[in-house]
């Protein structure tokens, strides 16, 4: 369950930043850089890429983060649900600006497989009794 749960969420990371580097390039693309000097500060056109801007940073980063993360749940490494609360948010995170980063999507669902990983967890065996000092 961990490697679908590490390979689902890889390839929800890896989406996020290719679109994330995709819209990083069109937004310093020359005929970007043309037209966004003649939008007017305070239209919708504006706000959407005010909006848009900030989806493309939250894309690269929340892809950044859900890498580790998903490597780090096929490693079996940190807190069963910590991980999943962040691939969670790293994955829904820049739909709150942009209904297209919805590359995210896979993060979120490889939270509900990274809840059934088993980590490891080792018992301490109790000490014999003949180790025992008598009293």
């Not at 940190?78 to 896979?106: D, I, K, S, Y």
Request: hydrophobic letters at 55%; proline letters at 6%.
């Amino acid at each position: 369950m961990r490697f679908v749960a590490g390979f689902i969420g890889i390839v929800g990371a890896l989406a996020g930043l290719a679109l994330g580097i995709k819209w990083l390039s069109d937004l310093h693309s020359e005929v970007a850089q043309e037209v966004i000097p003649k939008v007017v500060e305070g239209s919708s056109q504006a706000r959407e890429l005010g909006a848009i801007r900030v989806a493309t940073y939250l894309l690269l980063v929340c892809g950044a983060v859900g890498l580790v993360v998903s490597v780090r749940v096929m490693a079996r490494k940190g807190q069963r649900l910590m991980n999943a609360l962040v691939l969670v948010v790293a994955g829904l995170l820049p739909l709150a600006w942009r209904a297209t980063a919805c590359f995210g999507v896979p993060m979120a669902l490889a939270r509900l497989l990274a809840l059934a990983v088993t980590y490891n967890t080792r018992a301490v065996a109790p000490p014999s009794p003949h180790s025992m000092p008598y009293p």
